[in-house]
């Protein structure tokens, strides 16, 4: 089963990181993500950029709305997300604790199976 | 050790909206801060053993608030009743903080909060320190050493400033949109203010060079509560893509790095990715203004994979741009500039010429011209131009850099 992995965080303690700390905790997530990606189970993963640099377009009456700004004004922020293949969602889950364990700035994982429609990238 | 870091992290992040919260209660800086300092210390005592709790602000203003009401209680046996207004108003503070805490008092307290740190009678410097004090929560050791002043001095200065603020009333009433809009502007500067005096400090002082990411923060603290302002989408972008640059501002032995001398491959590219959407953004909204522009501008060298690459007639026009929006002798000292690389030295110097009353004591400004006059071959005139930068630099570093500059011109053996 393919799985996205969805960090939340509190994004003003996350983007308040020094360089140091920063490195420290992507060096631990990465030692976590290691052994997946050595068994092919880990797909593209991704950092968002803080929610101030994100747009939204609602549905309006006619013209869709351009909104400046996150979809939904929350305390926890969606951070980025982990695509992996793995088995169970046990995997998933055991996964997710050991990232959580290793990054003091996520409050939540969710972990949420997709469906692939373009694994290239492309439509056709 | 590491619980500590992480509810420092998180203390600091929640404080300008605590604090915003803590103000309005009870009207006065001082008891505000006092109460928000207790909420920190019970939080730092119970949130190891319990956890943070699911809303680390709504708890530090809680129990913030409620620390407040005890001392004044306490006080109150010793000396008068505070006024009624005082009083009333702390009942009203009983109401359920949740409710309060999704109203848009939120926006409020935080926008009031920096607004009083700019009251025009503030210089610079005071306006500064009491942001990084207030807003911030920076400890006044720490922004004392970003002065180099000492630490009584610093507090002084606080004290002072606090006071002044205080005199002038603090605006409790909820602002109309208006009044927010025109709050915006001088907010907009005291972030900006912070961010320079960070950015001038040279590459020896960390706690200076720490304001930039304070003053980043601060901006997408003020995007965040005010999503569609064009010009504060400019003010981040701006700054992140200046701060992008500051590995590479300075050599190794602390001396200036000049714009197109720096090693690109060093730039912060994800601060530089975060500016140019922050200013796609802004751009839809067809409302240019002075952040925006030197934002655009600065986007402009970011682009350039390599110096040579750089698109100077386009920072030509979006310098001219910037002389209409927000006229100065240094805006156009800039385009001049952007004219030599488009047009040629003479071209620049040409129009360099009327500048010199208004920028006279100005150090880039004879840094430039120095710079113009020795790629005309005006060797003589162009060491003289730099002898009067040097008589001008702020920092040893500047003086450094334009002897470095009359090195050269002697090399070119003109």
Known sequence: MLYAILCYANEETVFAWSKEEEAAVMGRLNAVQEPLARAGKLGPTGRLMPTTAATTVRKGKDEPLVIDGPFAETKEALLGFYTIDVETLDEAIAFSKELSAVNPGSTSYEIRPFYVFHPKGSPA | ?414
Not at chain 2, 318 to 326: A, F, I, T, V
């Open chain 2, 1 to 414: 050790m590491k619980d500590l870091a992480w509810i420092d992290l998180a203390l600091t992040a929640a404080r300008p909206q605590a604090m915003g919260a803590l103000l309005r209660y009870f009207r006065d800086l001082d008891t505000a801060e006092e109460a928000f300092q207790e909420a920190c210390l019970r939080a730092i005592r119970t949130w190891p053993d319990k956890g943070p709790p699911r809303d680390p602000t709504a708890w530090l203003i809680f129990v913030g608030r409620n620390s407040g009401v005890d001392q004044i209680r306490r006080t109150a046996r010793n000396t008068a009743l505070p006024d009624e207004e005082v009083l009333s108003d702390l009942s009203d503070a009983e109401a359920d903080m949740a409710e309060r805490l999704d109203g848009s008092h939120y926006r409020d307290d935080i926008l009031r909060l920096m607004f009083i740190c700019c009251h025009p009678d503030l210089p610079a410097t005071q306006q500064i320190a009491l942001a990084l004090r207030i807003v911030s929560g920076i400890s006044v050791a720490q922004i004392a050493r970003a002065f180099l002043v000492s630490e009584s001095a610093m507090e002084q200065r606080i004290t002072r400033a606090k006071a002044r603020v205080a005199k002038a009333g603090l605006p409790f009433e909820a602002p109309g949109a208006v009044e927010r809009t025109e709050r915006l502007g001088p907010v907009a500067a005291m972030i900006y203010l912070v961010f320079n005096e960070g950015y001038s400090a040279g590459a020896t002082n960390a706690d200076i060079a720490a304001l930039c990411g304070e003053a980043i923060r601060l901006a997408r603290l003020l995007l965040r509560i005010f999503p569609g302002e064009p010009e504060i989408m400019g003010l981040a972008a701006l700054m992140l893509l200046q701060h992008s640059r500051r590995d590479t501002r300075y050599d190794a032995a602390g001396q200036i790095v000049l714009l197109e001398e720096q090693d690109r491959s060093l730039w912060d590219r994800r601060q530089i990715e975060e500016a140019l959407a922050l200013l796609d953004k802004a751009i839809r909204h067809r409302q240019p203004g002075p952040y925006q522009v030197q934002a655009a501008i600065a986007a402009l060298h970011a682009r350039a994979a390599k110096a040579e690459d750089t698109d100077w007639s386009e920072i030509e026009l979006l310098y001219q741009l910037l002389e209409r929006l927000n006229p100065s002798p240094v805006v156009s000292l800039n385009r001049v500039v952007a004219i030599s690389k488009v047009r040629g030295a003479s071209e620049a110097l040409s129009m360099l010429e009327p500048l010199g009353e208004a920028l006279d004591g100005y150090f880039y400004f004879h840094g430039v011209k120095g710079a113009l006059l020795g790629q005309t071959g005006d060797t003589k005139e162009a060491r003289e131009a730099f002898g009067r930068a040097i008589a001008l630099a702020r920092s040893p570093a500047e003086a450094a850099h334009i002897r470095h500059e009359l090195d050269r011109l002697g090399e070119s053996g003109a």
